[in-house]
């Protein structure tokens, strides 16, 4: 399959690599005078956790870059790993990829509104990425281990069943979801929380040292988490959910010790979460989406809005410009 990837980030590229590896014809899109800083491929450090796989690959991956496409162009798929200015990338790649279809990775935490004028439902299904990592001197470092992909509303799709064909091609593991934006927002929830804590406390091993701290956070995501049921979505659902829900004390301080456990000794948590405290923009977003909403709705959040001060310090700190459309 001919695959575009818009842009060459992060998630672009781990997914990118996975699919080019296993024989399809992946080109990546990227802004004017970017392709030839490209040519020398990317190199790749990658915990494949996809069954049959080298579970560490390093190597490069011959990332193939234009700066320019057209209907004649033949692209059957084109994915979009963006979140800051979705509706801008698509008025700018949509008139030029044809009748194709779109995989959209974004949290998408304000609803379908701006992308539905753009490109019509039955062009587009979402994904979530269960993948990540950030750019270290050069080098990729990340974790590959699922995808999960469905239309925004309603029961899988005709259409999401033929955009994860070839993910299942590639071997990395696919769900298919029903209302995929309520599960997206799910996980906007829970990330978007431990983010801000994490923020707060500047580093994982300040977080998880402190059973205070790590306890706050379990309880900044839980208040998230009651802003996704105040929009309609019912948690019991979600099993992702059940750590941070519940008043017991007993069961906070056990799912406190597995969390603190997992983010100091799970590598692939730690390589998908590495990217948190380099990407400020990233981290403030979701927690002013979060604040803003959960104030719109009455929803009490005495612990998120304590991470403020942290929060803003953050974002001064590195700038809150936001980044080119099809950087990543």
């Avoid at 970017?34 to 996809?50: E, G, I, Q, Y």
């Avoid at 080298?54 to 870059?65: D, M, N, P, S």
């Avoid at 696919?174 to 707060?200: E, F, I, K």
Wanted: glycine share 10%; net charge negative.
């Amino acid at each position: 399959m001919r695959i575009l990837v818009i842009g060459a980030g992060m998630i672009g590229s781990i997914y990118g690599w996975a699919l080019s590896d296993c024989g399809h014809d992946v080109v990546h899109l990227v802004r004017r005078g970017r392709a030839t800083a490209l040519r020398d491929s990317l190199t790749v450090d990658m915990l494949d956790l996809r069954k049959g796989r080298k579970r560490h690959f390093h190597g490069v991956y011959k990332l193939a870059a234009t700066e320019s496409l057209s209907p004649a162009d033949g692209v059957e798929l084109v994915i979009v790993p963006e979140h800051y200015a979705l509706a801008e990338t698509l008025e700018e790649v949509v008139p030029a990829a044809g009748d194709t279809e779109f995989l959209l990775l974004t949290q998408n935490w304000r609803g379908t509104a701006e992308v539905d004028p753009i490109l019509p439902r039955t062009r587009y299904v979402y994904r979530y990425a269960k993948a990540g990592g950030a750019f270290s001197a050069g080098t990729l470092v990340a974790a590959l281990k699922a995808v999960d992909i469905g239309p925004p509303e309603g029961e899988p799709s005709t259409l999401a069943a033929k955009v994860a064909a070839p993910f299942g091609s590639a071997g990395i593991p696919t769900r298919l979801h029903s209302d995929m934006l309520h599960y997206l927002w799910v996980q906007y929830a829970v990330t978007g929380g431990p983010w801000a804590a994490l923020v707060q406390a500047e580093s994982f091993d300040a977080l998880f040292s402190d059973r205070a701290a790590a306890s706050a956070a379990l309880t900044a995501a839980r208040e998230c988490l009651e802003v996704v049921r105040q929009r309609g979505v019912d948690l019991a659902g979600y099993p992702d959910t059940k750590p941070f829900l519940g008043n017991s004390g007993l069961r906070r301080q056990v799912y406190g010790w597995i969390m603190r456990w997992m983010f100091r000794h799970d590598e692939c948590i730690k390589r998908c979460s590495a990217h948190a405290l380099g990407d400020p923009v990233e981290v403030a977003t979701f927690y002013d989406d979060l604040i803003a909403t959960g104030h719109d709705l009455g929803v009490a959040m005495p612990v998120m809005e304590s991470y403020a001060e942290g929060i803003g310090r953050f974002a001064a700190g590195w700038g809150r410009a936001q980044p080119c459309t099809g950087c990543d």
